[in-house]
């Protein structure tokens, strides 16, 4: 079965910093696009960033632009999301994903998701 697999959630205070990994279960993803996704409570799902299949390309998400960064492993399998600066209204479950197409709304592979909380 194929599988994204997250890590890296908790909770922290307002300011700090969380890494979020995903890495693959029962393929490689080394020639995918990666994404970033979160739902908050009571809100739908919503993009975050993009990483391109080779690395050279970045696309971020207004709410997180110059705060969060989004890099993928030497071996291009694992994708990381670090968050700078956390805000309460960063708090939501974060999903990692994976789809041939780049800026796709739709990804084709999704992670079970790793929550995050942000205190005040």
């Known amino acids: 079965q194929v599988q994204l697999v997250e890590s890296g959630g908790g909770l922290v205070q307002a300011g700090g910093s969380l890494r979020l990994s995903c890495a693959p279960s029962?393929?490689?993803?080394?020639?995918?696009?990666m994404y970033w996704f979160r739902q908050a409570p009571g809100k739908e799902r919503e993009f975050v960033a993009v990483?391109?299949?080779?690395?050279?390309?970045?696309y971020f998400a207004d709410s997180v632009k110059g705060r969060f960064t989004i890099s993928r492993g030497n071996a291009k399998n694992t994708v990381y999301l670090q968050m700078n600066n956390l805000k309460p209204e960063d708090t939501a479950v974060y999903y990692c994903?994976?789809?041939?197409?780049?800026?796709?709304?739709?990804?084709?592979?999704w992670g079970q998701g790793t929550q995050v909380t942000v205190s005040q």
């Open positions: 994903a994976a789809d041939d197409r780049y800026l796709t709304s739709r990804p084709a592979y």
């Open positions: 029962g393929r490689t993803f080394s020639d995918y696009h």
């Open positions: 990483i391109s299949w080779s690395g050279s390309a970045t």
